[in-house]
């Protein structure tokens, strides 16, 4: 069965370093996103892509980066965390036909201290 | 700006029917999802509206109201393990999902 898999599950580290979340799926799809989750909040989009070498800023983009060299990956990378960064995160992905649906990984509760 | 509105939270019994109402201003309209999400878990997909009307799958139904810019979910035969937050979100014109909070359903025996 297609899938979404994102890794670490959990991660503590610290302020001002360097951590990279990964996300891979085996649905095919075009359309990868990375939304955060917190308390009192709806999903909030960080980054999104459309394909291969296409990446674009969500909302809430300062201090992330994502880059797309295939079409399974779109590594998360905080480039010098904050504890602001702290939340669940949440990749997915979607059919590009209009309805498509859209298909989530399991999350990875990151904690800066 | 967009925005989404839904109840914070709502109660039920086990048996019961309940509805769950999300309102939406957006830069646009290119359908409406409803997701189901378990504490702890991933959202997954309940439904989906395009046009104003009644969508209905088995226990749970959706409805759409464009004009009013209104949505509801309806579920019946309330079960324990329907305990969940319930996500609505519309695509605006640029295809982008725009999320409400999410409604956080407790289900009373």
């Known amino acids: 069965d297609a899938e979404i898999t994102q890794s670490p599950r959990h991660k503590i580290t610290e302020t001002g370093r360097q951590v990279t979340l990964a996300c891979h799926q085996t649905?095919?799809?075009?359309?990868m996103f990375w939304y955060r989750q917190d308390l009192g909040h709806g999903l909030r989009l960080i980054h999104y892509?459309?394909?291969?070498?296409?990446?674009n800023k969500g909302e809430v983009s300062d201090g992330y980066s994502v880059s797309r060299s295939n079409t399974e990956d779109l590594p998360l990378t905080l480039e010098s965390a904050a504890s602001s960064q702290t939340s669940v995160y949440f990749c997915a992905s979607s059919e590009s036909n209009e309805g498509g649906r859209t298909f989530f990984g399991p999350g990875t509760r990151l904690t800066v201290l | 700006g967009q925005n989404i509105d839904q109840p914070t939270e709502m109660t039920a019994t086990e048996g019961a029917i309940v509805q769950i109402n999300c309102t939406y201003q957006t830069s646009g309209f290119n359908g409406l999802f409803w997701y189901q999400q378990h504490a702890g878990e991933a959202p997954t997909f309940l439904s989906y509206?395009?046009l104003d009307g009644l969508e209905e799958k088995g226990r749970f139904s959706s409805f759409l109201s464009r004009s009013k810019g209104y949505s509801y979910l309806l579920l019946k035969e309330l079960q324990m393990k329907d305990s969940a937050s319930y996500l609505c979100a519309v695509r605006d014109s640029n295809y982008q999902l725009i999320w409400g909070a999410g409604t956080k359903l407790i289900i009373k025996p």
């Open positions: 649905w095919n799809h075009n359309n």
């Open positions: 892509s459309y394909g291969v070498q296409d990446t």
């Open positions: 509206n395009v």
